[in-house]
């Protein structure tokens, strides 16, 4: 997967991005493109993982400079407070719903 570094027009490199999902199939896929990129990015997941894949992937994000973030995207509140407090630009939902 690559990313482009511009989105009609408008460079994207400084773009800040929160991923949701990040530690699932696709969503892994796709913030190891935005970390690739070298793009600012943050993932947001439920809980830490208690699935050694997914917590082996969510030290592995750290470890290249993911920020993790912690909450759930239903939180409205938190969402908000989430994207004015880092600034976030773009965001990428590879999630799917907690039932």
Do not use: W
């Not at 400084?14 to 530690?23: E, F, H, K, S, W």
């Amino acid at each position: 997967m690559t990313v482009s570094p511009c989105v009609n027009g408008v460079s994207a490199n400084g773009d800040r991005v929160l991923i949701i999902g990040a530690t699932g199939f696709m969503g892994q896929f796709v913030a190891q493109a935005s970390l690739d990129s070298g793009k600012p990015t943050y993932v947001l997941l439920r809980s830490f993982p208690s699935c050694l894949l997914k917590a082996k992937a969510t030290k592995a994000f750290e470890d290249q400079g993911a920020i993790i973030l912690f909450g759930a995207m239903e939180n409205e509140e938190l969402m908000e407070k989430i994207l004015k407090d880092h600034e976030i630009d773009i965001v990428i939902s590879a999630s799917v719903p907690a039932y």
